[in-house]
């Protein structure tokens, strides 16, 4: 099976999409990409999560200026789009990006994209194959989180606890943003009919001078299991975990910004 790589352009250049995928071939790999879309009120920035999930895909590849990099709106779809590859492919599914026209610090980008390489467009080539050929990295993830992107219902969160783990409650919070309805049931679909054991709305949460908003249920939830939360907006970042009404609650934050 050839190896291929997806590739996301951040700015509409016809030429530049061109170079970029022959640069690609020139080392037997199969491309496929687009050009990125920052329409967040279609998710368009979910298109791509059905293509990164072939098998053959072992690469995605991010090419952009440091503006756009830069920019809030096109942050929080790589980062969604990232989450959303991570679900399926594995927290380890290798991503490489290229600034143009400066140094690119993934520690300033959203949590999902922190582990990505930064590589200079001359030296792409080798570490494009090198990477699509390794097996994924596997890398043993606290918790899990999925999301949903569908138009016509919003965007809809998942999260629950890690392999061999349970909760004995759930706690999402979002800084910005606003979050609509919640729920729980089986992992990896959202439920249709639940209910819900002491449902919270409106927690007040305050962590790295960020303040929360989160809602909360009470129900224990086995690895096989997800609270499911409906978000409106875009988030800078969330906070989540197991409910506790102590304070050693252990809870998770994703920056999505």
């Given at each position: 099976?050839?190896?291929?790589?997806?590739?996301?352009?951040?700015?509409?250049?016809?030429?530049?999409?061109?170079?970029?995928?022959q640069t690609v071939t020139r080392y037997g790999l199969a491309v496929n990409g687009h050009f990125w879309s920052d329409?967040?009120?279609?998710?368009?920035?979910?298109?791509?999560?059905?293509?990164?999930?072939?098998?053959?895909?072992?690469?995605?590849?991010?090419?952009?200026?440091?503006?756009?990099?830069?920019?809030?709106?096109?942050?929080?779809?790589?980062?969604?789009?990232?989450?959303?590859?991570?679900?399926?492919?594995?927290?380890?599914?290798?991503?490489?990006?290229?600034?143009?026209?400066?140094?690119?610090?993934?520690?300033?980008?959203?949590?999902?994209?922190?582990?990505?390489?930064?590589?200079?467009?001359?030296?792409?080539?080798?570490?494009?194959?090198?990477?699509?050929?390794?097996?994924?990295?596997?890398?043993?993830?606290?918790?899990r989180f999925d999301l949903y992107p569908l138009p016509s219902l919003g965007l809809w969160l998942e999260v629950g606890p890690a392999p061999g783990h349970s909760w004995k409650g759930?706690?999402?919070?979002?800084?910005?943003?606003?979050?609509?309805?919640?729920?729980?049931?089986?992992?990896?679909?959202?439920?249709?009919?639940?209910?819900?054991?002491?449902?919270?709305?409106?927690?007040?949460?305050?962590?790295?001078?960020?303040?929360?908003?989160?809602?909360?249920?009470?129900?224990?939830?086995?690895?096989?299991?997800?609270?499911?939360?409906?978000?409106?907006?875009?988030?800078?970042?969330?906070?989540?975990?197991?409910?506790?009404?102590?304070?050693?609650?252990?809870?998770?934050?994703?920056?999505?910004?």
């Amino acid at each position: 099976m050839t190896k291929s790589v997806f590739i996301s352009i951040l700015e509409k250049d016809e030429a530049k999409g061109k170079g970029l995928f022959q640069t690609v071939t020139r080392y037997g790999l199969a491309v496929n990409g687009h050009f990125w879309s920052d329409n967040l009120e279609k998710m368009e920035w979910a298109g791509p999560v059905a293509e990164m999930d072939k098998p053959e895909v072992g690469v995605w590849l991010i090419k952009g200026t440091k503006a756009s990099f830069a920019n809030p709106d096109i942050r929080f779809g790589l980062g969604l789009l990232a989450a959303g590859v991570q679900a399926r492919r594995g927290y380890g599914f290798p991503i490489v990006c290229i600034c143009e026209d400066g140094d690119l610090d993934v520690q300033t980008l959203p949590t999902m994209l922190r582990n990505a390489d930064v590589v200079e467009e001359s030296k792409l080539g080798a570490k494009l194959a090198a990477k699509a050929n390794m097996p994924i990295k596997k890398v043993e993830p606290e918790y899990r989180f999925d999301l949903y992107p569908l138009p016509s219902l919003g965007l809809w969160l998942e999260v629950g606890p890690a392999p061999g783990h349970s909760w004995k409650g759930a706690l999402l919070g979002v800084s910005g943003g606003e979050i609509t309805a919640h729920g729980t049931g089986p992992a990896g679909m959202l439920p249709e009919k639940c209910v819900l054991n002491f449902p919270m709305k409106g927690l007040k949460l305050e962590l790295g001078g960020s303040e929360y908003v989160g809602w909360a249920v009470k129900n224990e939830l086995s690895e096989g299991e997800s609270y499911f939360v409906k978000v409106t907006g875009t988030p800078d970042s969330l906070l989540f975990g197991e409910f506790s009404e102590g304070d050693d609650a252990e809870l998770f934050s994703l920056s999505l910004k």
